[in-house]
């Protein structure tokens, strides 16, 4: 396993050269399921640089991605999971504030996540057999805070509504941010400088941060406290387990 | 007025120096309006250095600052506008996403203002007789582009509650931000980054803001269309003044 954790962090910062050299060329951009749900051609080259690389060296592994029409289940043998670029609106209007997600299970089981904000080039890795580190450095277990000394980050219209509790839970803390990008913000969340992160996403923006967040105290659960599927959309919590109960007293 | 504007750029130098250096020691936090209004003794500390250097120097001009008990009018003939720490609340929690703005005014007319993004080192500097600059590379004047093509940052209640028009008018564009940071959100606007941030906040919260941007083609205004009073806590809004009429034709 140690083998492939070097190689996922090889290809990832691999794609992350490839999307910083490209990122000011024009792009196409296409709407998926509305007008502001964006992929650009750069997510689909980014994505089959990283499949082809990964089927290259591993080619029985199977893949669940973003921009793919077919996809493995998690709970298949040897799985890649891939958000080529997650932030993708951020990316196209921004120039920053995205990143690339990889990580890999086995049966179900989340062997090592990876984060990579290319721009800030600060990556976020770790897995059950390996220390969860930002380029390197040891990132701290989660080491408990009262809500009122805390931020949460949420979906801006998951706020608005207070979707299952979410404003309720912002009101006890010191506020909310909104940043577009699900692995930013759960990056956020595992450095400390958030309490929660909660959206409406897919397997591939949360499940590098499940993997590398377990080591440290993290977990993912539905808004409902449900396992997330690893298939469809849901609107999903990331935070440290140890405030569950106190959260699960506003967000319900 | 160029030596002025020197020295401000070297006094906000050693502001953030200042702050960096204290950055991780214990600070005392006081609550100031409710509990999630928050300050702390760097606040104060770094106020008071930039104060002190300015009346060294500068022993005539007056002071409009976040934490002082009495403050100068805008329209005083030789007026420092100070933020010691804008983001105090992402200071304390995140050690980031917080920046500190000096701006220099005569008789209500900014001559150049500086907001300086401390953990990143950045500089957003100009001004009427200055050429708008990050770190000294000129900034572009603002370029058009239609709604669905950008973002905007809101103040996350007012996003909720669609206050003046908020959430109408985010709902033309790609979404919604949140960073906690008055003038790290008005950078990101005169970068082409959002099209516009909305707040409820005060003079040292828009001044420098306003005094950059409008040599690149933005301006301040209440949400009402008003211009802001620089001296209570307002609803303001910051925008290229290209896209004034379709921006009121939703914030109004």
């Given at each position: 396993m140690e083998n492939k954790f070097a190689f996922g962090k090889k290809i990832i910062k691999e794609a992350g050269k490839f999307i910083l050299s490209r990122m000011f060329a024009p792009v196409t951009v296409e709407t998926k399921s509305r007008f502001d749900d964006l992929v650009t051609s750069l997510d689909k080259e980014t994505q089959d640089l990283l499949v082809s690389r990964i089927l290259d060296v591993y080619p029985e592994d199977k893949i669940l991605a973003e921009e793919s029409q077919t996809n493995a289940s998690i709970t298949d043998d040897r799985v890649w999971v891939i958000d080529p670029i997650d932030g993708t609106t951020n990316f196209i209007?921004?120039?920053?504030?995205f990143v690339v997600m990889l990580s890999y299970f086995e049966k179900g089981v989340g062997k090592f996540g990876l984060i990579y904000d290319v721009v800030n080039d600060q990556l976020f890795s770790g897995g059950p057999d390996f220390r969860a580190q930002l380029n390197g450095n040891p990132l701290e277990t989660y080491e408990s805070r009262p809500l009122n000394e805390t931020l949460i980050i949420s979906n801006a219209g998951m706020f608005a509504r207070n979707s299952h509790g979410v404003a309720d839970l912002a009101a006890q803390t010191l506020g909310s941010r909104t940043y577009g990008s699900a692995g930013l913000s759960m990056s956020r969340v595992m450095s400390g400088k958030a309490i929660l992160y909660t959206s409406c996403v897919y397997p591939w923006d949360y499940a590098a941060a499940a993997v590398i967040g377990q080591t440290l105290g993290y977990e993912v659960l539905t808004l409902s406290g449900e396992q997330p599927d690893y298939q469809t959309r849901q609107e999903i919590m990331f935070f440290p387990t140890e405030e569950k109960s106190i959260i699960q007293t506003y967000i319900h």
């Open positions: 209007v921004q120039k920053s504030d």
